[in-house]
């Protein structure tokens, strides 16, 4: 039985600048690691299940001010 993990890692910024010295950002991401490619050997041959997809989402807002 082999098995292994695969991992994406997908991440967005938004900043936003409601004046000349103010600003709002914003960032999120999401960590995907799917769980599969195990493979079964039954009497018929070999058999791959994939076993599905695990997700973590992040969100990180901040603000500051320019002198």
Request: no cysteine; aromatic share 18%; glycine share 12%.
């Amino acid at each position: 039985m082999v098995s292994f993990i695969n991992a994406l890692d997908v991440e967005g910024i938004v900043e936003y600048y409601p004046s000349r010295r103010t600003f709002m950002r914003f960032d999120f991401g999401d960590t995907i690691m799917r769980f599969g490619g195990t493979t079964f050997r039954f009497a018929s041959g070999r058999r791959s299940l994939r076993l599905g997809t695990s997700h973590n989402f992040q969100l990180a807002a901040g603000a500051g001010f320019r002198f």
